[in-house]
Each structure stands twice: as structure tokens, then as C-alpha cells.
Nanobody
Framework: QVHLVESGGGSVQAGGSLRLTCAAS????????VGWYRQPPGKQRELVTT???????NYADSVKGRFTISRDNAKNTVYLQMNSLKPEDTAVYYC??????????????WGQGTQVTVSS
């Protein structure tokens, strides 16, 4: 199984930047697709971005042009670079590793989350 730990969250002013790290152990993360999700206060968890095992990426419209997902397979980590942060980005951010069988999502593994707070 995959054990994930997120780090890098904190409090910043609008327009600032943060880099989140998802560190994995227990498996080779490069074999997995990885997604970043976030859960704003009082709302459901939502998908932010994904990166495939082959390096392809997808972004929610709300973060396109501001966030960048990347992976360092040698370090068994995935990053989320967040620039031009807005108060609407305030949420607990989670990383998730999962396998795909065609378009069907297989077993997945979640980290504990890291808090991001953006003030105006």
C-alpha cells in the first residue's frame, strides 16, 4: 500500500505563493496517478489537478495558469506549486494516489491533508 504525507501548507496573503509536497512511502509512486484535492470550509472535497504515471496533467478551470503539478520520481514525491493565491483557494489540501484500469479508477490512498489559508 501507499502511505502519503502532505506538507508545505501555511498562511499567506492574496497574491502569494506556496509549494505543497506529497511524500510517499511503501510503494513506487511513479507507478501511480496522483491527484491534489482540496476541501474548503463547509464544502465538499473537490479535484484540483492530476498528474498521470506518464506525466500528463489536468487542471480544474479555477486554478489553470496559477497552479502547477509536477513529480520527482527519484524522490518519490509530487509537488503542487501554487502562485497568485486567492482567498477562494483556502482549504485543506490532500494528495491521492490511484491506479487506473482504462477509465475505471482503482484503489486509492489518501494523505492526512495540509491547511492552506489565503487572506485578503
Amino acid at each position: 500500500q501507499v502511505h502519503l504525507v502532505e506538507s508545505g501548507g501555511g498562511s499567506v496573503q492574496a497574491g502569494g505563493s506556496l509549494r505543497l509536497t506529497c511524500a510517499a512511502s511503501g510503494s513506487i509512486l511513479s507507478l501511480y496517478n496522483v491527484g491534489w484535492y482540496r476541501q474548503p470550509p463547509g464544502k465538499q472535497r473537490e479535484l484540483v489537478t492530476t498528474i498521470g504515471s506518464g506525466g500528463s496533467t489536468n487542471y480544474a478551470d479555477s486554478v489553470k495558469g496559477r497552479f502547477t503539478i509536477s513529480r520527482d520520481n527519484a524522490k518519490n514525491t509530487v509537488y503542487l506549486q501554487m502562485n497568485s493565491l486567492k482567498p477562494e483557494d483556502t482549504a485543506v489540501y490532500y494528495c491521492n494516489a490511484f491506479l487506473l484500469n482504462g477509465n475505471l479508477r482503482g484503489p486509492s490512498y489518501w494523505g492526512q491533508g495540509t491547511q492552506v489559508t489565503v487572506s485578503s
